[in-house]
């Protein structure tokens, strides 16, 4: 099975800051990786697929970037609205997902 | 629009079982692979397998084969999670999604439907 490993697993940051979570599978899944936001008491939702294709509708301060073993997801400008846990997934061999990274406001 | 509803929260006894359903809308049932994901409190996303619902076909993760049981009803778009067996540590929330094949993500999730295991 392959394994995601997220870091941090956690962060707090002012709005305005730019903030990257970082994501390693244990062998290489090309670019079959996803980033999902998760808020507090709801669903998770796609942001991110292919490493680094935004999901319809979702902000452009957002975007990933990687192949191989190695991804990042980045949020140019931290906003409120961004409180959230993001996690990270891979398609490329059955699915699994990394352990979150939680973002707090400060 | 394109949605999965989910079944509402139980309350079960260890040993019971508990079938949990996700009805769709709005697209094709049987395009599209329905996975389901467990989230205990507090903690990460769990895949637990998928169902194919065309053909009824299953692929479970490792640590939940033989302790699960997905199935389908396509005359009501339906997906379902059985759980035997209850335990304690499976108070969580369980939650379907649709696989899209071109992007190869979950694009659309169901609600999430917590199960509470406790004497």
């Known amino acids: 099975d392959i394994q995601m490993t997220q870091s941090p697993s956690s962060l707090s940051a002012s709005v305005g800051d730019r903030v990257t979570i970082t994501c390693r599978a244990s062998q290489s899944i090309s670019n079959y990786l996803n980033w999902y936001q998760q808020k507090p008491g709801k669903a998770p939702h796609i942001l991110i697929y292919?490493?680094?294709t935004l999901q319809s509708g979702v902000p452009s301060r957002f975007s990933g970037r990687g192949s191989g073993t190695d991804f990042t997801l980045t949020i140019s400008s931290l906003q409120p609205e961004d409180l959230a846990t993001y996690y990270c997934q891979q398609t490329y061999s059955i699915l699994s997902f990394g352990g979150g990274t939680k973002v707090e406001i400060k | 629009q394109v949605q999965l509803a989910q079944s509402g929260a139980e309350m079960k006894k260890p040993g019971a079982s508990v079938k949990v359903s996700c009805k769709s809308s709005g697209y094709t049932f049987t395009d599209y692979y329905v996975h389901w994901v467990r989230q205990a409190p507090g903690q990460g996303l769990e895949w637990m397998g998928w169902?194919?619902?065309?053909?009824?076909?299953?692929k479970y993760a490792q640590k939940f084969q033989g302790g699960v049981t997905l199935s389908r009803d396509t005359s009501i778009n339906t997906a379902y999670l059985e759980i035997h067996s209850l335990k304690s540590d499976d108070t969580a929330v369980y939650f379907c999604?649709?696989?899209?094949?071109?992007?190869?993500?979950?694009?659309?999730w169901g609600q999430g439907t917590t199960v509470t295991v406790s004497s």
């Open positions: 292919h490493a680094s």
């Open positions: 999604a649709r696989f899209w094949f071109t992007g190869a993500n979950l694009d659309v």
């Open positions: 169902i194919n619902p065309k053909s009824g076909g299953t």
